[in-house]
């Protein structure tokens, strides 16, 4: 999936929030995350088993009601799959429209070896301070171990996020390996192990 940013150029966001929605922003996001994994958002295997089930019930010429029920959960499970999508359409195009571009406060570097000990990948944590009281903390996972260590040893990085929405935020650095976002919260203790 392309990052958010790649989506506009960068004198975009030096405009002051709110900024103008680009037209065709919104289909753009839209087929990013559809086209990210189409087969495994929209079938999961309860929607196979249910697509089966209905298959069976057709050609044993079950009642409409008993054919009813997979049909249901068909729609329902593919509802939720569309809502998921939507939810994260939404907060990039708030990120995008109403973000702010912050430094970020690398604090602490969690990586995860390889039986061989050479680091895989890593969870970085951050803090983000979003108001002089206010300061949210969130991971993202690096696949690539070296920018991990490259972005801990750099100390800050350059993220746009939303103050008012924990969790909603993008790093603005030039990072070349994949990246997952967790939910943040507010502010919380990290356990000195591990």
Known sequence: MQRVTEHVDTNYLELAPPRPTPP????????????????????????????????????????????AIPGIIILVQIGLAARRIWRRVRDDLALLTNGLIIRAH???????????????????????????????????????????????????????????????????EDVQSDIRYDRMGPMQAIPSDA
């Open 24 to 67: 065709g922003l919104l289909m753009n996001l839209c087929s990013d995350y559809l086209l990210d994994r189409p087969f495994r958002t929209f079938f999961s295997p309860l929607t196979i088993a249910c697509l089966i089930a209905l298959i069976v019930l057709y050609f044993l010429h079950a009642s409409p009601l008993l054919r």
């Open 106 to 172: 690398v604090l602490r570097l969690r990586p995860h070896r390889s039986p061989s000990g050479a680091i895989e990948g890593a969870l970085l944590d951050c803090a983000i301070p979003v108001a002089p009281r206010r300061t949210y903390m969130g991971s993202i996972w690096l696949a690539d171990g070296a920018e991990a260590q490259r972005l801990a040893q750099q100390g800050r990085v350059s993220v746009l996020c939303l103050p008012r929405t924990p969790g909603t935020w993008r790093v603005l």
